[in-house]
């Protein structure tokens, strides 16, 4: 199991907002990265640290933290956004990068 | 651009060792600014970070395959290498090779990806 907890699924009506969130308690030391990933491709970082995009990212990715919850904001959510959607960190003992689980977005 | 291409047997045996190679181009492997990581994923399931090396061979690894991991570099080739031994079916995943980003020990990111290799556990 994952020290990084995601939900498996979310959903989100074409151009609304949703947030995709990540909980562990290591997030209260250490901030998560997130990526996008398509079926049939490489995951693709589009938020990492404090809430830093990557050139070529849309602004309407951002990413926050509060306590031991990161999450990951898509505003205006498009249809190309439907995807995967990993978060990763570090676990408690700092010394081990894990990843969360995995939410499948879904853009009705 | 930065771009990763992983190499290697799409078929391994049980038992046997597996051995993929990771190779960079468009930028330098002996960057001082980033270590290279190897991460996987079983078919239908989430990413694991298997380990990650630095360009002097400084190396880490996840604790839960540690004792059947190697990972090397060869900065006359720009390539990172990974052995992972005593293969199980359990083994089988699309390995990706990546560029391991840190800042100040409070975050770690993974970026560029390679596009990953397939690499079946089968006799």
């Known amino acids: 199991s994952s020290e990084l907890t995601q939900d498996p699924a979310v959903s989100v009506a074409l151009g609304q907002t949703v947030r995709i969130t990540c909980q562990g308690d290591s997030l209260r030391s250490y901030y998560a990265s997130w990526y996008q990933q398509k079926p049939g491709q490489a995951p693709v970082l589009v938020i990492y640290g404090k809430n830093n995009r990557p050139s070529g990212i849309p602004d309407r990715f951002s990413g926050s933290s509060s306590g031991n919850t990161a999450s990951l904001t898509i505003t205006g959510a498009q249809a190309e956004d439907e995807a995967d959607y990993y978060c990763n960190s570090r676990d408690s003992s700092g010394n081990r990068v894990v990843f969360g689980g995995g939410t499948k977005l879904t853009v009705l | 651009q930065l771009q990763l291409q992983e190499s290697g047997p799409g078929l391994v045996k049980p038992s046997e060792t597996l051995s993929l190679t990771c190779t960079v181009s468009g930028g330098s492997i002996s960057s001082s600014s980033y270590y290279w990581g190897w991460i996987r994923q079983p078919p239908g399931k989430g990413l694991e970070w298997i380990g990650s090396i630095y360009y002097s061979g400084s190396t880490y690894y996840n604790p839960s395959l540690k004792s059947r991991v190697t990972i090397s570099v060869d900065t006359s080739k720009n390539q990172f290498s990974l052995k992972l031994s005593s293969v199980t079916a359990a083994d089988t995943a699309v390995y990706y090779c990546?560029?391991?980003?840190?800042?100040?020990?409070?975050?770690?990111?993974?970026?560029?990806w390679g596009q990953g290799t397939l690499v079946t556990v089968s006799s």
């Open positions: 990546a560029r391991h980003s840190l800042y100040a020990s409070k975050v770690d990111w993974f970026d560029p």
